[in-house]
C-alpha cells in the first residue's frame, strides 16, 4: 500500500538544524501538493510547510517563515524540509502529507493546511529542541 517516511528528526540544541525528508512507496509525490504538519505535547496539529507540484510554489506557516525551507526532489521521489534555527517551540512530531485534491497550495492557511484534503500522512519523526 501507499507510504510515505519520514527521516532525519532528533535531538538538536536551540539555535540548531536537521534537515527532514519525506519518501513516497508505492505513490508519484510529483502531481500532488505535499504539506509538513507537526504535533506539540498537549496540542493540536498544525500546518508548516506546503510545496505545490504545479509551479513548486511554497507556503508556510508564519511561526517557520524565514526559517525552513521545503523542497522536492521528484527523481528522488522525496520533499524535504531543511529546519533552522530552532528553538525549543518547534518541538513536535513532525508528519508530511500528500493532498490528492490539490496541486497548488495556494496562498493562506486554508488552501494550504485543510488536514482533511491530504489523503495519505506518514508516521511521523520527532523533532526535539533542548539545551
Known amino acids: 500500500q501507499v507510504q510515505l517516511a519520514e527521516s532525519g528528526g532528533g535531538l538538536v540544541q536551540p539555535g540548531g538544524s536537521l534537515r527532514l525528508s519525506c519518501l513516497a512507496s508505492r505513490f508519484i509525490l510529483d502531481g500532488y501538493a505535499i504539506g509538513w504538519f507537526r504535533q506539540a505535547p498537549g496540542k493540536e496539529r498544525e500546518g508548516v510547510s506546503c510545496?505545490?507540484?504545479?509551479?513548486?510554489?511554497?507556503y508556510y506557516s508564519d511561526s517557520v517563515k524565514g526559517r525552513f525551507t521545503i523542497s522536492r526532489d521528484n527523481a528522488k521521489n522525496t520533499v524535504d524540509l531543511q529546519v533552522t534555527g530552532l528553538k525549543p517551540e518547534d518541538t513536535a512530531v513532525y508528519y508530511c502529507?500528500?493532498?490528492?485534491?490539490?496541486?497548488?497550495?495556494?496562498?493562506?492557511?486554508?488552501?494550504?493546511?485543510?488536514?482533511?484534503?491530504?489523503?495519505?500522512w506518514g508516521q511521523g519523526t520527532q523533532v526535539t529542541v533542548s539545551s
Open positions: 510545496i505545490s507540484s504545479s509551479d513548486g510554489s511554497t
Open positions: 502529507a500528500a493532498n490528492l485534491l490539490r496541486t497548488a497550495c495556494g496562498t493562506s492557511r486554508v488552501t494550504a493546511f485543510t488536514q482533511h484534503e491530504y489523503s495519505y
